[in-house]
């Protein structure tokens, strides 16, 4: 394989095969061992370890062993050193905004030619998110995380107000309601959640990051991200919306006595009202995200993983088989969902069994699900690049201190643009434009 980009990250050279892989899947590989096979798998979602009890009774001549990790950045570090030290797992759960640092490490395989035929299983939305915006394949998605508002029915109605279908809507919708009450607003505006503004950035258009020849383009300060900032900044300088961080103890109490009327979030959500706000179950409904043109149907996606099998795997096309099986087959993703509590990725077990009732917090809404998956479907497809941490990190600073000193937040997206460039150039990335 040339190796001709001459970007780095983290000391490791970023391959030709973040572009175009040349590995293979083949049962035929020579490479692959024959005979029965053991196989390592890298999670940290809840009860896997059922499914993986499931696949071994079943398939016996390929055991796969589970090592649980914790999530988000842990396990990507733990794999990156883990793969530097030449012991790294078969497979390994991957958030899908890690997938470029792995893959630029080396770490994770192009699995396209097995892999490529379960495209049509997924949404054009989520597929895109494993593929890099390439040919190549570099995981099988296993959740997706379509963003949506939730809003308390009840005090809309207390309120006389309407679900907004646009963020005109939204906007004057806010202002309504600070003019009924002083006390309530209709949502907040939080400078601790980067993926929470990334999803409401896509739903817009942006598109961070691209790879354009054996380059990165960087436009984290895009049209479509400058539009949603300068939007909720009008609305926090304005006062009719909060501008105090979610997840916090003043955040939980807000949800539940009513502070706070609505929240944009992801398809997740009900299991986080659970415990934040639970003397408020049966008080709330989900509709799709306000649209940025009437008429338009898009969202965003707020989290979501994948399956990935790492490059130094001697039994590639069994990883590939077992990632298949997890996150496609109907047993599979329905003991994903009933197991797990995870939305499933393929878009055939959205609408499956283990999916046929609302979430017990939303069971006055019978087709949460269903519409669930109407919206999942229009979620947008982007490239992940390979420093989404810094890019994170540069929101939360910059957002917090433009909260705090009322300034303009379309600084706050230059100066994440900026934080992002400076550091894949450090690292030796090559950036276009």
Sequence with gaps: MSRTLGAKILAVALGASLVAACTSTSDDDPAEPTGPVELTFWSWTPNIEKLVDRWNADNPET??????????????????????????????????????????????????????????????????????????????PQDAAPMMLYYRADLFGQFGLTVPK??????????TLRGKSKRHFLTTFSANDPGWFA????????????????????????????????????????GVVDGKPMYTPEW??????????????????????VGNAPATKGKWAMAPLPQWSAGENRTGNWGGSSTGVTAASKHRAAA?????????????????????????????????????????????????????????????GVTWGPNVNVTYEAYQDAFGKAITAKTPFGAAVDAMQTATVDDMRKNGFTIAG
């Design 252 to 273: 939980n109490k807000s949800l539940n006595d009513g502070t706070l009327l609505a929240w944009p979030s992801a398809v997740w959500a009900p299991g986080v009202l």
């Design 63 to 140: 055991k796969v062993t589970l090592s649980r990790q914790a999530g988000g950045g842990d396990i990507v570090t733990k794999l990156l050193t883990a793969a530097k030290a030449g012991n790294p797992p078969d497979l390994a759960q991957v958030e899908y905004q890690a997938l470029p640092t792995l893959v630029s490490n080396d770490v994770l395989a192009d699995i396209a030619e097995q892999a490529r035929p379960l495209q049509e299983k997924f949404s054009e939305g989520t597929w895109r998110q494993v593929t890099l915006g390439t040919d190549a394949v570099y995981a099988v």
């Design 166 to 175: 646009t963020w005109q809507e939204f906007a004057q919708t806010a202002r």
């Design 199 to 238: 999803g409401l950035a896509q739903q817009a258009g942006a598109n961070w990051w691209g790879i354009d020849g054996e380059s990165w383009r960087v436009t984290v300060n895009d049209a479509g991200t400058k539009k949603v900032a300068d939007y909720w900044g009008g609305l926090v300088a304005e």
């Design 320 to 380: 590939v088989r077992f990632a298949t099986w997890l996150n496609t087959d109907p047993a599979a993703t329905t003991m994903l969902v009933r197991e797990c509590a995870v939305y499933p990725a393929a878009r055939d077990a959205q609408s499956g069994p283990a999916l046929a009732s609302p979430p017990d917090f939303f069971a006055n809404q019978t087709d949460f699900y269903p519409l669930a998956k109407q919206i999942a479907d229009t979620a947008a």
